[in-house]
């Protein structure tokens, strides 16, 4: 039994952790750049060490056992503080003149944060942005990022977050089809193509007063290309306020209806994540600040916007044949 914590295999805990997520060998020697048998070696002199077991073996699988999920409680946190002490302190150390590596998805950094870069630069000259995109959630210990901008509702495991962005969906197409369907009704935009998620549709057209199963055209996985094919005349898109304001602005795309509509609340808002070690480090306090203050000038400059469609409360009722030829005067004999 293990009696003192200056015998405790430090090295072996990664391997550890990876192979307690995984359950597998393969993919543990995969993730730490290891043979199989590197693992089973290292997990087996942690064990040795430990004087009990972590794992059941179940044929290629791995399984946990109550002391294994004991331990990886405690070396979840204590990775999880190196990893983020060790970013902290290589970011002292070269001061302001290291990248801030900022990981953010693809239709945030396209629509609204590339066209605010200017700014950044001449605000902050000295500090320069490495800009990752991508879809998936990055581990920012683990790939060495500082700061990720995210979608959703916030507290992710281990790290600090502030809401920066919370905006709704409107309606927008591009000039052409705004002038075609201008005093047109709700009724009458169904028809159209519609780009995005059929279930975001159904509720707008829900609120609007026109219940429908909707039938996109096109569904897409990243938004700056669906509004890049709303502005190119391929269909109607329900997007983001603030992300469609650059382009309202220019004139790319026309906002069809005053309506707005809540985003899903798994969705809902933006954030600045970060590792707490990180919170006073003067890069990343910068660009805390230049964030927050360009979100409040977006919101502050979205003009409300004049209705192309005529809201579905404004529509005459329509009356039946058979009402009409009641209405209809008889005539004199």
């Given at each position: ?6 015998r ?11 192979a ?14 290891l ?28 399984v946990l ?13 204590a ?5 983020t ?16 590596r ?18 950044w630069?001449e ?5 320069a942005?490495?800009?990752h ?7 920012l ?11 959703g509702?916030g ?19 591009s ?9 047109g ?21 829900s609120?609007?007063?026109l219940?429908l ?5 096109a569904?897409?996985?990243d938004?700056?290309l ?11 898109a ?7 304001a ?7 795309l026309?906002q ?10 798994d969705?809902a ?8 070690a990180?919170r006073?480090?003067?890069?990343l ?8 203050d ?15 469609i ?9 009356k039946s044949?058979a ?11």
């Amino acid at each position: 039994m293990l009696t003192s914590m200056s015998r405790l295999p430090l090295h072996t805990l990664p391997v550890f952790r990876s192979a307690a997520r995984s359950q597998n060998l393969r993919a543990t020697a995969l993730e730490m750049h290891l043979t199989h048998s590197a693992v089973s070696q290292q997990i087996g002199v942690l064990e040795q060490q430990l004087g009990f077991p972590l794992f059941e073996r179940r044929g290629r699988r791995i399984v946990l056992n109550e002391a294994g999920q004991t331990l990886l409680c405690s070396v979840e946190s204590a990775l999880a503080q190196l990893d983020t002490g060790v970013l902290a302190a290589a970011a002292t150390a070269v001061g302001t003149s290291q990248r801030l590596r900022l990981t953010v998805m693809p239709s945030f950094l396209q629509r609204w944060l590339l066209p605010r870069m200017h700014r950044w630069r001449e605000r902050h000259p000295d500090i320069a942005l490495e800009l990752h995109s991508s879809q998936q959630l990055m581990d920012l210990q683990r790939d060495g990022f500082h700061v990720a901008l995210r979608q959703g509702k916030g507290g992710w495991p281990g790290l600090s977050d502030e809401r920066l962005i919370d905006s709704p969906l409107v309606v927008v197409a591009s000039p052409a089809t705004a002038r075609r369907l201008q005093g047109g009704s709700v009724a009458a935009l169904a028809q159209e193509p519609l780009l995005g998620s059929a279930e975001s549709w159904d509720r707008w057209f829900s609120e609007a007063g026109l219940k429908l199963h909707s039938n996109p055209v096109a569904t897409f996985s990243d938004a700056g290309l669906m509004l890049q094919a709303a502005e190119q005349g391929l269909g109607i898109a329900l997007g983001r306020e603030f992300m469609v304001a650059d382009a309202l602005r220019d004139g790319l795309l026309v906002q069809l209806s005053e309506q707005r509509l809540a985003p899903d609340v798994d969705y809902a808002s933006y954030f600045l994540v970060y590792p707490p070690a990180l919170r006073d480090w003067a890069p990343l306090q910068a660009l805390r600040g230049w964030l927050h203050d360009e979100a409040c000038a977006s919101q502050r400059n979205m003009a409300p916007a004049a209705p192309v469609i005529t809201p579905m409360a404004a529509e005459p009722p329509r009356k039946s044949a058979a009402r009409a030829k009641a209405a209809k005067p008889k005539s004199q004999v």
